[in-house]
């Protein structure tokens, strides 16, 4: 095994995931509301090029983009912490293209599965929900599923 340090100073490590030719991987550090874009060398594992592709500035307290995952369009769906929804976003122009509310606070990740990979599973916390808003919030914790008309990419084996 080699491991070797490719970024530093990051504070919330979540989302990362790739481009559908592997030539970029998109990375999130919760703190900075950023999606950034690197240009990815896949023989090589090496980064390069930082570039921001979405931001969540004007989100509000608490509103954080959290895991995603990508589409075979190469677009990027974001689940927003705080923020009650999953967003996809084109990369390419920064264009927000839609936003779905999820019935929990926080939802955090979200993969693409299902014979065609058209299910959209949605992972979601309930961790620090005071009660008053638990009780209201029964799905808070919960794997949601939705059904898309866009096919996602395959998820990869580790193979070490």
């Known amino acids: 095994w080699t491991i070797k340090k490719v970024l530093d100073k990051v504070t919330i490590s979540n989302g990362i995931t790739w481009s559908p030719d592997n030539s970029i991987m998109y990375y999130i550090d919760s703190a900075t509301k950023k999606v950034m874009a690197f240009d990815y060398n896949l023989a090589a594992a090496q980064i390069s090029n930082p570039r921001v592709v979405a931001t969540f500035t004007?989100?509000?307290?608490?509103?954080?983009?959290?895991?995603?995952?990508?589409?075979?369009e190469g677009m990027l769906w974001v689940a927003v912490w705080g923020g009650r929804r999953l967003t996809r976003w084109n990369p390419r122009t920064s264009k927000l293209l839609e936003s779905v509310n999820i019935p929990a606070t926080r939802p955090t990740s979200c993969v693409f599965g299902g014979k065609n990979l058209t299910n959209l599973y949605i992972t979601s916390a309930r961790i620090g929900l005071e009660e008053s808003i638990l009780s209201n919030e029964p799905h808070a914790g919960g794997l949601f599923v939705m059904k898309t008309?866009?096919?996602g990419l395959p998820t990869y084996a580790f193979g070490g």
């Open 58 to 72: 004007n989100e509000g307290e608490g509103i954080f983009p959290d895991g995603m995952t990508s589409d075979e």
């Open 149 to 151: 008309n866009v096919k």
